[in-house]
């Protein structure tokens, strides 16, 4: 079994003249739920884009579940969820799903499996147009669930719901870890940093750490990963400086 389902060193990803990753060197271990946590405009989605093979790179070495990025046969073996739903919105929840399952070989009964995981059972049949924002995501979600991936990369999958629904989703994630899958997240929410088992905090396209949370809460001298993530962001300025 590998140690790391993702490894990156000395990433580096130009868009026109602007550096969006600055030689970026991180670990996702393997069966481990891993958050990508930043601003906007830090470099997550870049970086996401980049594990999934979506995004050129410029320099360094990217290894996804030991192969480089965007080989294809990753393709099976990765979920994927943008920030904006990647499903069909004049299609019901179910038939969307019952699509992508075709797609991806999903075994009979995974549609229903991940309705229930995701909490979209009562929807089922509705069109998607005609869900909410968070339900969409959820849509996405279940869509990414399917087939039980290897590897789940989720950008911002919380954002628009609700305190109840993000708590169980998480949950979800580390049963998902708990099976053997690898989980990378991003947020800019820091109160969902606790809820990770390794972090990589972004800023500027530069990454500022790659550790525990309790560990950087200890380098930090904090009481909060908040307050640990500004200490980082005041060091850095400092030897800039």
């Known amino acids: ?41 830090s470099g997550k989605t ?12 410029t320099s360094g070495a990217l290894t996804v579940l030991g192969r480089p990025a965007g080989h294809p046969r990753l393709r099976s073996l990765i979920g994927y969820v943008s920030q904006t739903p990647s499903v069909y919105d ?8 019952t699509y992508f399952g075709r797609i991806v070989g999903a075994p009979v009964g995974d549609v229903d499996r991940v309705l229930d995981e995701v909490d979209l059972r009562e929807e089922q049949r509705s069109l998607v147009r005609d869900l909410s924002g968070g339900q969409q995501n959820r849509v996405s ?24 629904l993000r708590r169980d989703l998480w949950a979800l994630f580390h049963r998902l870890a708990d099976d053997g899958a ?23 396209g530069d990454l500022l750490a790659d550790e525990t949370p309790d560990r950087l809460l200890a380098t930090s001298g904090t009481d909060s990963l908040e307050e640990a993530f500004l200490a980082l962001i005041r060091n850095r300025e400092e030897v800039a400086a």
């Open 141 to 164: 979600l279940a869509a990414a669930l399917l087939g039980g991936p290897e590897l789940l990369v989720l950008d911002e999958p919380t954002v628009g719901l609700d305190p109840v």
């Open 1 to 41: 079994m590998m140690n790391s389902a993702i490894e990156a060193v000395d990433l580096v990803v130009h868009r026109g003249r602007h550096d969006v990753l600055r030689a970026v060197s991180a670990t996702v271990p393997a069966g481990s739920v891993v958050g990508l946590l930043g601003p906007s405009g």
């Open 182 to 204: 690898t989980l990378l997240v991003s947020s800019h929410v820091m109160d969902e940093a606790g809820r990770c088992d390794r972090l990589l905090l972004l800023r500027d």
């Open 90 to 97: 004049d299609l019901t929840v179910r038939q969307n799903l």
């Open 46 to 57: 870049t970086l996401m884009r980049a594990v999934v093979g979506v995004q050129r790179i």
